[in-house]
Nanobody, 115 residues
């Protein structure tokens, strides 16, 4: 059973930065893809960044240029570097890992962007 644990969320002012981490209980190199999702209050969960097993990155348009998804296979950790944060980035951020026919979620970490 894969376990994913997010960390790094918190309260940040507009224009600030945060780096989220997602630690996996097993080898992340075994996943076909890993991704970051977010869910704002009253809205559906949306994918914002994907990192494929081959190293390709895909970003949602509203965050493109402001966030970077990366991984450290040695640490079994996925990261999300977020810069130039806006109030509309406020959400619970979730880590996801996928293999054919299966996926796993972390418990989420709250990010609040407010002055």
């Amino acid at each position: 059973q894969v376990q994913l644990v997010e960390s790094g969320g918190g309260l940040v002012q507009p224009g600030g930065s945060l780096r989220l981490s997602c630690s996996a209980s097993g080898s992340i190199s075994s996943f076909d893809a890993m991704a970051w999702y977010r869910q704002a209050p009253g809205k559906q969960r949306e994918v914002i960044a994907i990192l494929t097993g081959g190293g390709r990155t895909i970003y949602e348009d509203s965050v493109k240029g402001r966030i970077t998804i990366s991984r450290d296979n040695a640490k079994n950790t996925l990261y999300l570097q977020m810069n130039s944060l806006k109030p509309q980035d406020t959400a619970v951020y979730y880590c996801n890992a996928a293999q054919p026919g299966r996926s796993w979620w972390g418990q989420g970490t709250q990010v609040t962007v407010s002055s």
